[in-house]
T-cell receptor, first 113, second 108 residues
Framework: EAQVTQNPRYLITVTGKKLTVTCSQN?????MSWYRQDPGLGLRQIYY???????DKGDVPEGYKVSRKEKRNFPLILESPSPNQTSLYFC????????????FGNGTRLTVT | EDQVTQSPEALRLQEGESSSLNCSYT??????LFWYRQDPGKGPEFLFT???AGEEKEKERLKATLTKKESFLHITAPKPEDSATYLC?????????FGTGTSLTVIP
């Protein structure tokens, strides 16, 4: 089954404790990206990657890191999480061509206390 | 500045009562406009892609249309299972920009 898989689905952590959210896709998509979704603000792009070893900042990159060493994986790293990073996170992927829609994972709900 | 604005924020319809959702956008070099459906606690589910003004797409009770400045999602004779949040997004080929969505409730 074609899908984008995120783990974990739920994560509760404390301020400053490094964490990684994994994302993997099995559709051979070149483009991958991370979003956070907050009430009233919608989905905002954190980082995106057009292909392996190519990453770019989205609209809200502060406090996040990403890497794209393999085509299928695109982990999101929070080196020192803070409470304002409490949010619902989505990973998405698509073919890297005009008009290709994003396919989303089921989300990771992160709480930072 | 690239951005997407959706209206209304929320919409309550009786079953069978048709209506339209609006998506206004500004983007430097539109490469595609997308409609998604999102159910609570789940990731957005792709519905349609529109590429150029005048284009229309249909799927069951949903029909999406596109002009140079806005898109409409028309819902004909909705059913309770159509209740969800509908998201609009645009891409310039690099980044995707999403609206805040319209929360649709269809009452039996």
């Amino acid at each position: 089954e074609a899908q984008v898989t995120q783990n974990p689905r739920y994560l509760i952590t404390v301020t400053g404790k490094k964490l990684t959210v994994t994302c993997s896709q099995n559709m051979n998509h070149e483009y991958m990206s991370w979003y956070r979704q907050d009430p009233g603000l919608g989905l905002r792009q954190i980082y995106y990657s057009m292909n392996v070893e190519v990453t770019d900042k989205g609209d809200v990159p502060e406090g996040y890191k990403v890497s794209r060493k393999e085509k299928r994986n695109f982990p999101l790293i929070l080196e020192s999480p803070s409470p304002n990073q409490t949010s619902l996170y989505f990973c998405a992927s698509s073919f890297n061509r005009d008009g290709s829609p994003l396919h989303f994972g089921n989300g990771t709900r992160l709480t930072v206390t | 500045e690239d951005q997407v604005t959706q209206s209304p924020e929320a919409l309550r319809l009786q079953e069978g009562e048709s209506s339209s959702l609006n998506c206004s956008y500004t983007v430097s070099g539109l490469r595609g406009l997308f409609w998604y459906r999102q159910d609570p606690g789940k990731g957005p589910e792709f519905l349609f892609t529109l590429y150029s003004a005048g284009e229309e797409k249909e799927k069951e009770r949903l029909k999406a249309t596109l002009t140079k400045k806005e898109s409409f999602l028309h819902i004909t004779a909705p059913k309770p299972e159509d209740s969800a949040t509908y998201l609009c997004a645009v891409t310039n080929g690099n980044q995707f920009y999403f609206g805040t969505g319209t929360s649709l409730t269809v009452i039996p």
